[in-house]
């Protein structure tokens, strides 16, 4: 495909000075895009890649090695014409031959030519402390953004158990028909994190801030949650996204997944969209407690299966537009502009509030005015019509 075909001029990686440790951080997605970067940082820098180490101290606390998550081998073997990976470092490295480095965020070819290609001149290794937003997106040659495009879409494939769960949830999610995956960012973390509090209880509100202020890598501590939803910087609570669904025309007789973790407050924030949408599938329903439990306890390895179904899914509406958001759309878009429907938040709080005090109702007016202002952010409309015209033969 043209995102991953080098040009002419591609040259295979040159003789290795040194190695590139890479330590990841974050969730899944974040950790997959921060590998990436490595894979063309190490290019870059003539380096052999060591197959990175995953976070398993943030806040997920998940003991998954790389193998547990991606496919090792594959991995290797699809880089090798760009990079030479290896699974650890040579014994006989020395500790005194190593050096630790936080690289500057957003930082572009120059940077890494010569400040960091300049410290092989006094080490062996170099250790990128972090790898979150540590290449710079723009104003790249165009084979180094190709480069990445290999490293995420043909390199990063999960590992053997996931991939076949995976296919058997998307087996069982496709037996009911067309359907949506709905990654509803309704989680602790999330909420703890961006301070948004609609809908939730004093209690729920402040055991979210008691996170915030204990979480030493959440810089900003005094958020207002109004002002934060007023600007569209929350996620779309459960009621939320079911008042959206039926405005664009969904049935209630819809199949949708939803691609998420646990949700804060379960039920009692679910009660809408599920009565609304019966056919509310989650990993949990699709599968046995005994088919998942060798996923159970590692986050990253049930996100890889919700990322999985969401890729494959029909329509993909995410009510966040986080790491994991962004991957499964750009991952869509290269399997052929798959489509996403992203809400615009902004817009629909001031909607959503107009319902609430009784200003509004749901109807054809709301239906109208929401599909004319998301018109422009996706041509989607023919999605709904033949999603329902398939519903309908069946």
């Not at 290794?125 to 790249?140: C, G, P």
């Amino acid at each position: 495909m043209p995102c991953t075909q080098p040009s002419p001029n591609y040259t295979s990686p040159s003789e290795s000075r040194g190695y590139l440790l890479a330590h990841t951080n974050g969730g899944l997605n974040q950790m997959r895009a921060g590998i990436c970067d490595m894979v063309a940082i190490a290019h870059i820098i003539n380096a052999t890649l060591v197959v990175p180490k995953l976070d398993k101290k943030s806040y997920w606390q998940d003991s998954s090695n790389f193998s547990d998550v991606f496919d090792e081998d594959h991995f290797i073997n699809a880089l090798a014409n760009d990079v030479k990976v290896i699974k650890k470092l040579p014994n006989e490295i020395g500790s005194s031959m190593k050096a630790v480095k936080y690289f500057k965020s957003w930082s572009g070819m120059d940077y890494y030519q010569e400040e960091i290609a300049s410290m092989w001149a006094d080490y062996k290794v170099i250790r990128a402390a972090k790898t979150d937003s540590r290449l710079a997106n723009n104003n790249l040659p165009p084979d180094i953004q190709k480069l990445r495009c290999r490293a995420c879409y043909e390199a990063l494939r999960f590992a053997p158990q996931i991939e076949a769960m995976g296919k058997l949830l998307v087996d069982r999610m496709r037996s009911n028909g067309p359907y949506i995956s709905l990654h509803l960012r309704y989680e602790k973390d999330m909420l703890a994190f961006s301070g948004c509090t609609h809908d939730l209880s004093p209690a729920e509100a402040n055991e979210l801030k008691t996170i915030r202020d204990a979480n030493d890598n959440w810089k900003v501590k005094d958020i207002d949650p109004m002002e934060q939803r007023s600007k569209g910087f929350c996620p779309l609570t459960p009621k939320e996204a079911a008042i959206f669904l039926c405005a664009l025309g969904y049935p209630s007789n819809t199949p949708i997944y939803v691609a998420a973790g646990e949700i804060y407050g379960g039920d009692s924030h679910m009660g809408v969209l599920q009565s609304r949408y019966p056919m509310l599938m989650r990993k949990e329903n699709l599968a046995s407690s005994e088919e998942l439990e060798p996923f159970t306890n590692h986050l990253s390895q049930l996100a890889a299966l919700d990322y999985i179904v969401s890729v494959e899914s029909d329509v993909f509406i995410p009510t966040y537009s986080g790491n994991m958001a962004r991957a499964v759309e750009g991952h869509r878009r290269f399997l052929g502009h798959r489509r996403t429907i992203s809400p615009d938040r902004k817009a629909l709080v001031r909607l959503f509030d107009k319902i609430e005090q009784g200003k509004l109702k749901e109807g054809k007016y709301l239906s109208d005015h929401v599909i004319e202002s998301h018109r422009n952010r996706y041509v989607f409309l023919s999605i709904i019509i033949t999603y329902n015209t398939q519903k309908r033969h069946q």
